[in-house]
Nanobody, 123 residues
Framework: QVQLVESGGGLVQAGGSLRLSCAASGRTFSRYAMGWFRQAPGKEREFVAGMSWSGGNINYEDSVKGRFTISRDNAKNTVYLQMNSLKPEDTAVYYC????????????????WGQGTQVTVSS
């Protein structure tokens, strides 16, 4: 069992930056691939970024490439999402998730989810 708690969301102007953190409980955190997803009002949850347990495999959704960076610190049981050059269309609730399988863009392959943190980007 892995419990995930996101933090770092907030209100930022377009062009600004935020860093999201996801703290995980459990001693097996390092065995999980981690992903970030987001869900805007009226839209389906979508993949944002993912990283394998070793950090060797990283994947980004096309619209965030070059702006967002996923990283993890297995010693701290934490995964991060650095978001730069934010746009109003990045406004959403952001969720972190853990997968015992592999890095995937499909939310159904993730076993554990956090409660989410709101990111609002004003124009």
């Amino acid at each position: 069992q892995v419990q995930l708690v996101e933090s770092g969301g907030g209100l930022v102007q377009a062009g600004g930056s935020l860093r999201l953190s996801c703290a995980a409980s459990g001693r097996t955190f390092s065995r999980y691939a981690m992903g970030w997803f987001r869900q805007a009002p009226g839209k389906e949850r979508e993949f944002v970024a993912g990283m394998s347990w070793s950090g060797g495999n990283i994947n980004y959704e096309d619209s965030v490439k070059g702006r967002f960076t996923i990283s993890r610190d297995n010693a701290k049981n934490t995964v991060y999402l650095q978001m730069n050059s934010l746009k109003p269309e990045d406004t959403a609730v952001y969720y972190c998730a853990a997968s015992s399988h592999y890095v995937s863009t499909y939310s159904r392959l993730y076993d554990f989810w956090g409660q989410g943190t709101q990111v609002t980007v004003s124009s």
